[in-house]
């Protein structure tokens, strides 16, 4: 190699580093500037900052409480991860909320209405699960394609009439039963065969962790493969940053935004599964509601990112965990609602301002190189 070659190499290298840096400094100066909002907020409470985020912390650690947040982990990453397959497309996919819901009631009501072997059962009500929500985004996915409608209008009203249609389902003369000790109504509870059991690996606790979580991470091992791996996720990237590019290169634009639209959903199918299968084997009006839009939050923290994601809905879940301890000491628990808006909107405010400098600072490099026409020599010896 060169001296030209190897000097060139250094800097490039020196670059990489320096953007990964500042990738990595923006979610952490975004966090820290949260913390200092809700420390003034606490303060005009008359709650002490840093006793409030001790006794968060301390309640958040306990073995129970660790389980909790793995558990709201689970749901929050997978919900994530549907609605990062839109976005790495420019796709806002808002209707994760009632893709899962809606999912979940389907696949619950057939895995309820079968007796299968364990493996068999398990895997019917998930692909089930995957198909609805599937096919419900596709319905936006094909409006946009074939009408020009905007996604986020198509999705949010599919959230709607997800809502109403499962309203109309869960009745007592079509797929609900009464649960039993309580006035709920819900679908025909999950046989030993549908039932997912626990993960008992947090000492110092019986509470097990869904065991639905290794679904999680298999999940995000095959994202990363799919997007970073494959020419599918090449031509899903490439068209997300832009359509014309993507159209000169043979790639099928229309094509591709139904199958992101497609995948996104049936991402979103697997939502409800590990609260269905490992917890509440039956879908009742006490389901868990809203994993879309805390979705949105996360994906939009871990910069679509799978690494990113999951160190984001663990932050999210950890803060929701430790919020239920805050009201036994006379602090109002929507601090901590506070806290993750506030990260959110500093997350987009921090990525931009990188963003920024990058560019700011790729056009400055870029002139003095022309100047002083050294470089510009290295990367012809190196090419």
């Not at 558990?71 to 994530?80: D, G, H, K, P």
Request: hydrophobic letters at 55%; glycine letters at 10%.
């Amino acid at each position: 190699m060169s001296p030209a070659t190897s000097t060139f190499a250094d800097r490039l290298l020196g670059r990489v580093r320096l953007d990964g840096l500042l990738s990595l400094a923006a979610p952490i100066l975004a966090i820290v500037f949260a913390g200092l909002i809700t420390s003034v907020v606490l303060l005009l409470t008359d709650a002490p900052p840093l006793e409030t985020l001790g006794i968060m912390a301390d309640y958040g650690v306990q073995p129970r409480s660790i389980v909790l947040t793995l558990n709201s982990a689970t749901t929050f990453y997978l919900s994530a991860l549907a609605v990062a397959i839109g976005f790495r497309m420019n796709l806002f996919n808002i209707g994760v909320d009632g893709q899962y819901r809606l999912a979940a009631l389907v696949a619950a009501a057939v895995g309820g209405a079968i007796v299968l072997p364990a493996p068999l059962h398990i895997a019917l009500i998930v692909v089930v699960a995957m198909l609805v929500g599937a096919g419900w985004a596709a319905v936006a996915g094909l409006l946009k394609v074939r009408r020009g409608v905007s996604e986020v209008i198509s999705t949010i009203m599919l959230n709607a009439i997800a809502t109403a249609l499962g309203a109309w389902l869960l009745n007592k003369e079509r797929l609900a039963v009464e649960v039993s000790g309580s006035n709920n109504i819900g679908t025909r509870p999950l046989g030993p065969s549908a039932q997912v059991p626990g993960l008992a690996i947090v000492p110092g606790t019986e509470a097990k962790v869904f065991g639905l979580v290794v679904l999680a991470v298999v999940m995000g091992v095959m994202y990363h493969v799919l997007l970073n791996r494959t020419r599918f996720g090449f031509d899903l990237r490439a068209t997300g940053r832009s359509e014309s590019a993507a159209v000169a290169s043979g790639v099928n634009v229309k094509r591709m935004v139904l199958i992101a639209m497609t995948l996104s959903g049936a991402m979103a199918g697997l939502v409800g599964m590990p609260q269905l299968l490992g917890a509440s084997y039956s879908y009742s009006l006490d389901f868990p509601t809203g994993l879309g839009f805390t979705g949105i939050a996360i994906a939009l923290l871990g910069r679509n990112n799978p690494v990113g994601i999951a160190f984001g809905a663990l932050l999210w879940a950890f803060l929701d965990t430790s919020s239920s301890i805050l009201q036994l000491h006379d602090i109002s628990p929507e601090i901590v609602m506070i806290m993750q808006g506030t990260i959110v909107l500093s997350v987009i405010v921090a990525y931009e301002l990188v963003h920024r400098y990058q560019v700011s600072a790729g056009q400055r490099r870029v002139s003095r190189e022309l100047e002083s026409g050294a470089p510009a020599q290295a990367e012809g010896a190196s090419a």
